[in-house]
Each structure stands twice: as C-alpha cells, then as structure tokens.
C-alpha cells in the first residue's frame, strides 16, 4: 500500500472532483428543505449559490499564483462542508446561513494564508510567539469566555455576532512550535540518551522545552473542563515526536507521562467521570446521562443500510446533532451508505494530508504537514468513536462536517498550511543542522498511515455493527427506539400480520380523529404475534419483522418519491407460517393450563401454531406492563421457546435413537422391564407395564416406557455417545428461530453425567436435563424427517432450510416404528386417530417430592407420509398420557381434517 498519492491526475477525473462539490453543496441541503417542506430564505439562496461558486474558483486562484490544485486534498473537504449543510437543513434550518457564512470565511482565510508566499518561514521563525499569544488569547476565556452551550464551560470568545473557541488556534499553532521545534533539535539525536530505569530518555535540554509548551497548551484547555482538544494535543505530539525521533521508548515515556495525568484529571473531575459512565452503560441513565448517546445509536439503527430517506427520519430526538452527532443525522436519514461515505472522504483528506508531507522537501514542512494530518485524523477518530461508543464522548466537533465557526475556520487554515508547507517560500533555517536523511521520516511516515487508516476502519467496521448487526434487536429496544417508533405510527400505517392462509392476525386501525390502535385478532397467540409498545419496544413477529411492517425495507424509486413529497406511507403486510384455525384449535386443546404447546410441519420446519400459557394482553397499559412483570405466573415468558422443563420419559426417544444409531439395540432386540435396579447404590423404579403385558423387546420397552431399561440402556450408552446424540438433536443449542429462545442443558453439576447414576436417571428422562418445548417438537419432527432436524420457520416468505441431521435415516425409520408401536399398544394410545398411522410418546416428569408431575406428549402423523409434528407440555397435570395426549390428538386429528378437506 503507498499513501503518497500522485499530484497529477487524469483530466476526466480532475473534472468530476471540481464539479461534484459545487452540485452538492446546492443540491443536498436542497433536497432536505425539500423533503422538509421548509422554503429557503432570499439571503439561504443567495449565500448558498456564493458558496457553490467557491470550489470553482479555488483552483484559477490556485493557478494564478503559482500553486498547483491538489483535488484529493480539498474536494473531500468541500463534499463534507456539503454533508455538514445537509444535517443543518434537517435539525437546524436557521442556522445554515449562519454555517454558509462560516464557510465562506474559512474559505477567505484559505485563500488569504495560500497567497502569502512567506507564510511558512514566519510561523517557522515566531513560533514562541505564535504560540504565547495563542496561549494567552485561550486563558482570556477564564475571564471573559462566553458559556454558549450553557453547561458551564466558558470555552467561546465573543466578536460582534460571532463567536470563536481559541483552543482551535491554539492546537494549529502548538502544531506549528512542535514541528520548528523538532526539525530544527534534531542534532541532539544524536546526542547519547539517559536511561531512567527501564525507560531512554533524552537529555532535559531537549524534552524540558517540549513537554513544557505542550504541558502548558493541555493545561489551558484542561482548566476550562475541555478535555477534549487535550486529546488531540497529547496525539498529535506523540505522533510528530515518532516522527521526527523514531524513538519508540521516547514516545512511550511521553505516555506514561499523560496517562498519569490523564487519570489525575478523571480522579479530579466530576465532569469526565460521568462522560466515562454514560459510555460504559448509556442504558444506566437512559433519559438522563445516557439519553444523547442511545438517540445517536437509535438514529443509526434506524436507519440501517439505505436510510429513512430524507425527511423521514427523527433526528430532532439526537440534542446537539448538528455540532455533536451529524454522523448519526446521516446514518437516520441516508444509511450505512451515507455514513460510510463520510468515513471514506475523512480517509482520503487525512491520508491524503499525510502523503503531501511526504513530498515536502524539508524536515520542518514534513512535520508541520504530517502533524497537521495526525491531528485532522485524531480528531476524527475521537468525534466519531465517540458517536459510535467506541470512547467516551468528548465533546468537540468534527471537522468541516459538524456545526461551528472556530472549528470550519481552523479546517481551512489547515489545508491552507498543508498546501503551502511544499511551495515555494518553504524554507530550511539559515543554520545547517545535522539531520538524517528524509526517507527515514517517509518510513515512519507510512506507518502512522497505516495506523490511521486501521483507526478509519475500525469505525466503519462500527458502523455495520450499530446499523446492520445490532438494528434489529435495538428497534425493539424502547430506550433507543421508543420515540421513534412512537412518532413513526403517526404517519406510517403499520403492515398487517396475515397467518399462512391470508387470514388477518394483527392490523392498525386509524380512528377518525387521526389516532391509529394496533388490533390484535387472536389474543391467545400473543407470544406468536407479539406487540408494539412506543414506550415498552416491540416483541414476537411485530419485533422480528419491524422493517417490513413499518416499510423499511424492499424500498422502490416509487417509495422514495413518496418520501419526497411527503405522502402517507404504509407498511409491509408480513405472513406468517401459523395456521389461524389450527392455532385456535391448539388453544382450545390446552384449555388455559400453563405450559406450551408446538405444532410443525417436520418437512419445511414452518410452525403451524404455537400456544403458551398464561397469554396476556397485547394492548397493556403501562400500569398493566408493571403487573404483568411482577406476575409470579410469569405470563410474558414464552413457554413454548424459552420455558425449560424436564422432558420425563419423552427424552427416551433421544436414548432409543442413540442406542440404534451406534448399533447397541434394535427394534426387536430382547429387552426385560425389572420393576427395581440398583446403579450405584440408587434404586430406580419401573411399574410402567400395562396390565397383562409383559416386556419381550425393545419396541415394548418403548412402548411401555420402561425406566430401569432405559436406565441401564443409558450406562451401556456411556457420557461420550449419550451426549453426542443429544448435541446432534440440538437439545444444548438455542434453536435459530425468529423468536427468542432458550438453549437446553444436559447437567448443571459438573461431573453429573460422568456418573453411572446421573447418566441412568437422564437416559429416561429425569436427572439434571431442561429442554424447551421447541426442542421436543423439533426431536419428534427429525425423527418424521429420516433424521433431518428443520430449521423452525415462521415467516412465509423465508426460504425452508434444514438445521442439522441428528441422526440416520434407518434409525429415523425404526425409532418411528416403535412410536408407533407405542400409539398401538402401549400408553401413547390416547392420541390414536382412526385411519391414521400415528407416532407419539408420553411423558410425565417429576418436578418436585410430593408435587404433581408435568404432562407431556411428542408426536407425528401420519407416520407414511408425515405432514405434522406436535409437542405439548401441562405443568403440573399428572399423566402425560391422559392430560397432554388428548391435546396433542386434537391439533393433529384437526390439521389432518384440514388438509384432506375434511
């Protein structure tokens, strides 16, 4: 990689940079008033086309006196002063004469430093003086600084209208005495430095001068409680001293130094300490301390990929967006797209910058153009990694992109000194030093670049997590999006949620007088659908499926015009793989007992009903939200997904497939059913056998749900075969699905499986194992599937994929054979549908001595042609057989009536 940049370019390249600024600056903040039906001013207009005229005119003058245009260096920073117009049309309309004028000021002054050819020699010469002055013009606002934002700290100094922050000058001249001061002591280089423990150190002559103009500079801004320009002087000198030593134990000393300050000053400072803890946890104080970081991130979020649209997004919500979040401002309204845009224009300028100090022909122009650079970049980095939590916010602006006078005045008087630090006029002092050749300086040069550039993608790398990664789950976070969503419902009707067959489940219904509700259809499946709170956030499909309700995804150039025009916008209609009639009937089956019961289709994985009890209302107050949380029935706990219970001889399916799977049993193998045996000293008990029957096989043994066979199967089986079936069920995975869920657990003693009698009790059900409903439902599903685990679906127009195979398709086929056995003759009977092959297995798992056992059921049907698979958990009913089997039959026996028309 090279970052010096070539100064000539290709004509047609040359031509877009110098016409794309001046469009932009028109046309983006344009588009906004636009879209935001605000009418610009006379004077708007006016300045505005001034402005615009500027870029063009940049490269003549350029050319008149003798300079060459570099467009990598300044159409960035004219692309970003448009961006910066953009953000203030949007939260700030009236300001952005104001900004506009700023521009042109800067733009003055640029021309004003480019044309004086001496320029460099005298900053170069003065440079104390330059440096007191300024100095002493930032310690003048400890006695007459204007507290402009009003949170106490007098940072500005007032002239006329305007007002200015001197710490700007400041950092520009303290980058100035820096780069005189190190090009011209470079002879004590090579001057044999003092080791300080483990540390080199040079001589007090040379660093005494250093640190202490620096010191003075931080502690100027430090005594204002402006932390942040500190920042960027203690970088800043630490990347010139790399560059002019190569010293890596002087820059280390210099951050040892710092650090320890850096830590007195947060030991010392309210106002540092609570900018570290918003940033550590914004969520600890989400309308307080925190409330302008997570609008930032909501914003971000928001906009995802392609962006709200302009105008349509609630950057109002963001405090100070126009100075301190413009990135968020874009990332609302104009996407990952927009705001990789800014990341990609502040990479080229700074890199850029940093090249130009690599043509530079002397070591002076080299350090006053390389620190220039660093501290643009540092700048940057701090702004922007703040907006994105990646560091504490420190408050200061980002450069020709944020609000601001003093800062868009200092940006242009940056570029000014970078443009003239390699014309002619820059030259060495009259006195030869000894110096090392340049190409030592372009070494170190390129890796500082480097590093910067790592920095840059490391914020876009943040950028795709806050707005693809992390948008769904923040939209339905009420903290970061609760406002907007709120707001959002006022002017964008809500999709409808439809079940498999276009039946409506949830709709927005608009009242006359303007007010929109959110009907829900079919209460009973409120763990399915969800709900939409602006205060609360979203859950269940109305949360997985945000995006398309509200119209935010699958947008059209017809959307965007929409937008424009500002028209009504509906959303999205999603459809759901759920079964309307099934779902009810599932309900009804259940008869309002707690637990859960999970129809699916074990081919395609599409979840037919999905029944959790108790259900609450979707519509809650707020008063009601507080109940429902401190409910010892735990009603929003969706028991179907993420409610954990012992599966009780359901599980026995599991051990039956991995006996068969490694070779250890088969369906006709003999098998006894003793009613006690002794493994390790703890008595297990079977009085399972139906009376009259006698276990001869394994299929009995199943059928008949034999404990102490399934134990000593489960011994014979071993920890390693035992859990490695149950790993390729999933049983320890949360399942992926659409809605949250829960992972299951074989043990929670360490070393439980490990025993003989831990591993018995667990081969038939009991031990330590937790499984969720889904789990059941998906093992009886992959048995109906030849072995095949989907992956659950809920919505529609997903794609059916499969989730991992658990096991054989021969042993898939004998494990069913014997399910069916067990709905045959054995205790599964009572989900017998007539004329109809059907699987299943009972279940009744002890929770508690002396407290009624769970009932559970798992089954398929038909088993020839397998087309649903059903788990039913009761809590505390007693007998799977007698209260989950009929539960079970009813949805099947209804889905079947269903499909064949009956």
């Given at each position: ?5 070539g ?7 040359s ?47 350029l ?57 460099i ?14 100095v ?11 507290d ?6 007098r ?32 002879e004590?280089?090579f ?26 500079a ?8 402006d932390f ?29 130094i ?5 830590l ?21 104080d ?18 995802g ?14 405090p100070?967006?126009h100075t ?38 002397d ?22 990694g703040?907006v994105?939590?990646l560091?504490?916010l ?9 609000y ?10 940056m ?22 050749p ?13 590093a ?79 709900f ?24 059209t ?25 099934l779902q ?9 007992a ?5 129809a ?23 008063e009601?939200?507080?109940a ?13 997904t993420?409610?954990l ?6 599980f026995?399916?599991?051990?039956l ?6 070779g ?34 394994v ?5 008949y ?5 399934f ?8 920890e ?16 992926p ?11 929670s ?12 009790a ?42 991992r ?28 549908i ?37 788990a ?29 028309g009956?």
């Amino acid at each position: 990689m090279t970052l010096a940049l070539g100064t000539r370019h290709p004509r047609r390249y040359s031509a877009m940079m110098l016409v794309l600024p001046p469009l932009l600056l028109i046309a983006a903040p344009l588009t906004v008033l636009l879209a935001t039906d605000v009418t610009p001013t006379p004077e708007q207009r006016g300045t505005a086309i001034v402005v615009a005229a500027l870029p063009v005119v940049t490269p003549i003058f350029l050319r008149v006196i003798g300079l060459r245009w570099d467009p990598l260096l300044l159409a960035p920073a004219w692309v970003l002063c448009a961006l910066g117009l953009t953000v203030i049309a949007r939260v700030q309309p009236d300001l952005l004469e104001r900004q506009l004028l700023w521009i042109t000021l800067g733009w003055a002054a640029f021309i004003a430093l480019v044309g004086f050819p001496p320029l460099i020699e005298w900053l170069r010469r003065y440079r104390y003086t330059w440096l007191t002055a300024a100095v002493l013009l930032a310690l003048s606002t400890l006695f007459f600084g204007d507290d402009v934002t009003g949170q106490g700290t007098r940072l500005w100094l007032r002239i006329g209208p305007l007002t200015m922050q001197p710490a700007e000058l400041l950092r520009v001249l303290l980058i100035v005495f820096l780069a005189a001061y190190l090009s011209e002591r470079t002879e004590l280089l090579f001057v044999t430095w003092r080791r300080l423990g483990p540390l080199s150190v040079p001589p007090p002559a040379y660093w005494l001068p250093l640190l202490g103009m620096v010191g003075l500079a931080v502690m100027v801004v430090v005594a204002q409680r402006d932390f942040g320009p500190s920042v960027i002087y203690v970088a800043t000198f630490l990347a010139m001293l790399y560059l002019a030593t190569g010293r890596r134990a002087a820059v280390l000393t210099a951050i040892l130094i710092f650090a320890g300050a850096a830590l007195l000053a947060y030991g010392t400072s309210d106002r540092i300490q609570g900018r570290v803890e918003a940033w550590l946890d914004p969520w600890a104080d989400a309308q307080g301390a925190g409330y302008q970081s997570l609008q930032a991130i909501g914003g971000l979020a928001f906009g995802g990929v392609t962006g709200a649209g302009p105008g349509w997004g609630y950057p109002g919500l963001i405090p100070a967006a126009h100075t301190d979040y413009p990135l968020a401002v874009i990332g609302e309204e104009w996407g990952l797209l927009g705001t990789l845009a800014v990341i990609a224009l502040y990479t080229l300028l700074t890199l850029r910058a940093l090249a130009r100090s690599r043509e530079a022909g002397d070591r002076f122009a080299q350090l006053l153009s390389a620190g220039l650079a660093v501290s643009l970049a540092v700048q940057v980095l701090v702004v922007l990694g703040g907006v994105l939590r990646l560091v504490p916010l420190t408050g200061i602006t980002s450069p020709f992109f944020s609000y601001g006078g003093s800062s868009m005045l200092m940006g242009w008087v940056m570029l000014a000194l970078l443009l003239r630090a390699r014309a002619p006029g820059a030259t060495e002092p009259a006195r030869p030093l000894r110096r090392p050749p340049l190409p030592a300086i372009d070494a170190r040069n390129r890796r500082v670049g480097l590093a910067l550039l790592l920095g840059f993608l490391v914020l876009a790398g943040a950028l795709g997590y806050w707005q693809v990664v992390r948008a769904a789950d923040l939209s339905s976070d009420p903290a970061v999006m609760g406002e907007r969503l709120n707001r959002e419902a006022a002017r964008v009707t809500r999709g409808r949620i439809l079940d498999r067959n276009g039946e409506v489940l949830a709709e927005t219904v608009r009242a006359s007088d303007g007010t929109v509700q959110r009907q829900y259809h079919d209460p009973g499946a409120v763990h399915v659908l969800g709900f939409n709170s602006p205060r609360l956030g979203a859950a269940g499909a109305e949360a997985a499926a945000a995006d398309d309700l509200m119209g935010r995804t699958q947008r059209t150039p017809l959307d965007t015009a929409r937008d424009l025009l500002h028209l009504d916008r509906e959303g999205a209609d999603v459809r759901l793989t759920i079964d309307a009639d099934l779902q009810r009937v599932a309900e009804e089956a259940m008869g309002g007992a707690t637990g859960a019961a999970v129809a699916l289709d074990p081919r395609s994985g599409d979840v037919l009903a999905l029944v959790s009890n108790p259900t609450f209302a979707p519509d809650f107050s707020e008063e009601e939200w507080t109940a429902l949380r401190n409910d010892p029935r735990s009603p929003l706990l969706n028991r179907a997904t993420q409610g954990l219970y012992t599966p009780g001889s359901t599980f026995k399916t599991v051990t039956l497939a991995a006996g068969v799977e490694y070779g250890l049993v088969g369906p006709d193998s003999p098998a006894e059913c003793p009613e006690q045996i002794f493994i390790e000293g703890v008595s297990i008990v079977s009085r399972n056998e139906p009376p009259g029957q006698r276990t001869e096989d394994v299929t009995d043994a199943y059928a008949y749900s034999c404990n102490t066979f399934f134990a000593q199967l489960g011994v014979e089986l071993g920890e390693g075969r035992f859990t490695e079936m149950s790993g390729a069920f999933g049983l320890t995975e949360a399942v992926p699905f659409e809605l949250p869920t829960a992972a299951g657990r074989l043990s929670s003693t360490p070393g439980f499986l490990g025993r003989d009698a831990g591993l018995a009790a667990s081969a038939f059900g009991q031990g330590e194992l937790q499984v969720t409903p889904l789990h059941l439902a998906l093992v009886t599903a992959a048995v109906a599937n030849g072995g095949e685990v989907p992956e659950p679906r809920l919505f529609l127009d997903d794609r059916p994929s499969t989730w991992r195979r658990a096991m054989l398709p021969s042993t898939a086929r004998a494990v069913a054979a014997m399910m069916e056995r067990g709905v045959e003759a054995g205790w599964a009977s009572t989900a017998a549908i007539p004329g109809v092959r059907v699987a299943g297995k009972t279940g009744s798992a002890e929770v508690a001595p002396d407290d009624t056992s769970h009932a559970l059921f798992i089954a398929f049907a038909p088993v020839d042609d397998p087309q649903i698979a059903v788990a039913v958990v009761k809590e505390r009913a007693g007998s799977g057989s007698q209260q989950a089997g009929p539960v079970a039959r009813a949805i099947m026996e209804a889905w079947l009536s269903r499909d064949s028309g009956g």
